[in-house]
């Protein structure tokens, strides 16, 4: 194979509320940790077992970064993709260590939330749009209005009346 592939899917749960970071240059960085169980049943006693996971993630995408700093909250539910970057430090005693963490870079990456406020599409959930970024129930990352589910899509304008922009069709696929 000439190439090679780093890429990370996961789907878990927020353990802290995320952090962010602004360095020198004026760019951001949001941090969190995230918890992914694997869940089984043990053959021979019937007994159910979890093992969790926990992983670093920073998000340098300025787009994602947002959108985690405000709708993400610790226990939230997210899909997030990434790569495993490896980097060296020394901690606060001298020594030099070394930690994996999931990097949503600059120019690439997805996230999706998967909770929404309320247990439903209501106020509070974010709409926007952009590359690379989703919502439980939103609309990121969808290329156009007839992509949408038809609950999703807006209620046609009333007839006869309203501003030019209230009797524009939202639904025309270009």
């Not at 005693?93 to 929404?116: H, I, K």
């Not at 290329?143 to 807006?154: C, F, I, K, L, V």
Request: charged share 30%.
């Amino acid at each position: 194979m000439a190439g090679s592939v780093n890429k990370v899917i996961l789907v878990g749960n927020l353990g802290r509320d995320p952090e962010v970071r602004t360095f020198p240059s004026g760019d951001r960085v949001v941090s969190f940790s995230l918890a992914t169980t694997e869940s089984w049943r043990d053959k021979s006693t019937g007994e159910r077992k979890d093992r969790t996971e926990w992983h670093n993630v920073q998000i340098f995408n300025e787009a994602l970064g947002k959108i985690a700093e405000q709708y993400c909250r610790k226990g939230a539910k997210i899909y997030l993709e990434g790569q495993l970057q490896t980097r060296e430090y020394t901690d606060k005693d001298g020594n030099q260590r070394r930690v994996t963490e999931v990097v949503v870079p600059r120019f690439r990456g997805e996230m999706t939330l998967l909770d929404s406020k309320g247990g439903g599409r209501g106020e509070g959930d974010y709409e926007g749009g952009g590359y690379g970024q989703s919502s439980g129930g939103g609309s990121f990352g969808r290329s156009s209005p007839m992509e949408r589910a038809p609950a999703e899509r807006r209620p046609a304008p009333p007839a006869g009346g309203g501003r030019l922009s209230d009797q524009l069709d939202d639904d025309i696929p270009f």
